[in-house]
């Protein structure tokens, strides 16, 4: 159940931050950071879910975060990179591994296994 979820999570972050620019809805100024937030949270949640150790996965995740802004401004889909977008995925991710580690803590304080 945890691939899937982690997948699932991966094909959505796929369609956020590589979908053209016509078809991103309009939304308030924040929301985008918001939205790249929750975002890259889920991603470290699911991987943790399924095990991928804290430090791999805050490395693939933030390599992950710096080419989707790149590619954002290489691709022909009207997107621009944003630096502030790449530092609301980092914090995404430690907001979810964060989430991960405090919803999996056995009733005596420690890690469950």
Same mark, same amino acid.
């Given at each position: 159940?945890? $691939? %899937?979820?982690?997948? *699932?999570?991966? =094909?959505?972050?796929?369609?956020? %931050?590589?979908?053209?620019?016509?078809?991103?809805?309009?939304?308030?100024?924040?929301?985008?950071?918001?939205?790249?937030?929750?975002?890259?949270? =889920?991603?470290?949640?699911?991987?943790r879910?399924? $095990?991928?150790?804290?430090?791999?996965?805050?490395?693939? =995740?933030?390599?992950?975060?710096? =080419?989707?802004?790149v590619?954002? *401004?290489?691709?022909?889909?009207?997107?621009?990179?944003?630096?502030?977008?790449?530092?609301?995925?980092?914090? *995404?991710?430690?907001? *979810?591994?964060?989430?991960?580690? %405090?919803?999996? $803590?056995?009733?005596?304080?420690?890690?469950? $296994?």
């Open positions: 159940m945890g $691939r %899937l979820c982690f997948g *699932g999570a991966v =094909l959505v972050s796929l369609v956020v %931050l590589f979908m053209p620019a016509d078809g991103v809805p309009w939304a308030p100024a924040g929301v985008d950071k918001l939205v790249h937030l929750g975002v890259f949270a =889920l991603l470290g949640a699911t991987g879910w399924i $095990r991928i150790p804290p430090l791999p996965l805050v490395v693939a =995740l933030t390599a992950y975060a710096v =080419l989707s802004e590619l954002q *401004g290489l691709l022909p889909i009207g997107r621009s990179p944003d630096v502030l977008d790449v530092v609301a995925d980092c914090v *995404g991710v430690s907001l *979810g591994i964060l989430a991960h580690a %405090l919803l999996t $803590r056995g009733p005596t304080g420690g890690a469950a $296994r």
